[in-house]
């Protein structure tokens, strides 16, 4: 089977529709067709100053969610990166095969360091990307399910294992990024421009929010004046949105969604966004809440996860030291 691995930052108190649609729904449909790895990335909360006790909290509640979400640790790997040293490891040695120039071409880095006041930016956040390779090359990924933001860190990624390979001989798999046809984008409620997002929370529903505040995000979200529901995302893109939160939550085709509001007003439109929604929500809220309550026996998965990670990463990272010419603590 082929190897997968993808990641998720713990920075917030829930996930949002967009990464359960978006990235880990598709997570979980790859288990059994592929060798997957799962990792919640803390070392990269850290690139912008984070609160000790407050990482912790989400980097457990956010493992939670991904058991919640269905990822099993039967089929899949799931662990938090801190917990495998090697992330770091083969981080630095990648980090002296990387151009200045190079990583300072990130269009990633420019935007959050924008954010982050220009020069009060860390160097952590300007290395980023290439922890993220180094989270991907360890585990000989072939695959690599990112959205399309993420296209410019997966270049890099194959730029760095092709160099390392050509510098000290045959060591990595150069990973393909595995966009999948079918995961819906799904747009902020407020300004359908926009990617969902957490930092914009008035348009984003929280997997973990009250019933009652999803149902009013659901409720205010922005509509256009057209006054006839059409899939039509330039045109219509707030309306688009609720079709597509809709057709993938019922896997049902947008044309046959759309179909079923032909001459419908918008409301019946966000009434049935709300029904598909909030059960869901729901659902996700009280499986997380179990997994939450054993705190014991979350652990456990955990360590059990990392524990497996670590015996993989451990293979990629004693061939590096030895072609790099570097010593393993003995
Ligand atoms: N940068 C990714 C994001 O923000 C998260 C990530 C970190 C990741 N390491 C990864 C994704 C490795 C895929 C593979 O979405």
New binding site residues.
Partial sequence: MPRV?????PTADSFHLGNYLGALRNWVAMQRDYDTFF?I?DL?AITVPTDPVELQDRTRLSFAQLLACGLDPELSCIFV?SQVPQHAELAWVMQCLTGFGEASRMTQFKDKSAREGGDAASVGLFT??I??AA??LLYQADQ????E??RQ?LELTRDLAQRFNGRYGDTFVVPDAYIAKETARVVDLQNPAAKMSKSLPTGCLFLLDESKVIEKKIKRAVTDSVGEVHFDPVEQPGVSNLLAVIAAMSDSPIAEVTENFAGGGYGPLKQATIDVVVPFARDFAVRVADLMADRAELDRIMDEGARRAREVADVSIVEVYDRVGLRRPS
């Fill in positions: 691995l993808s990641g998720i930052q990792a990335v990269h990166q980023y990307p922890l993220q989270d991907i690599v399910p990112v959205g933001d993420q860190h």
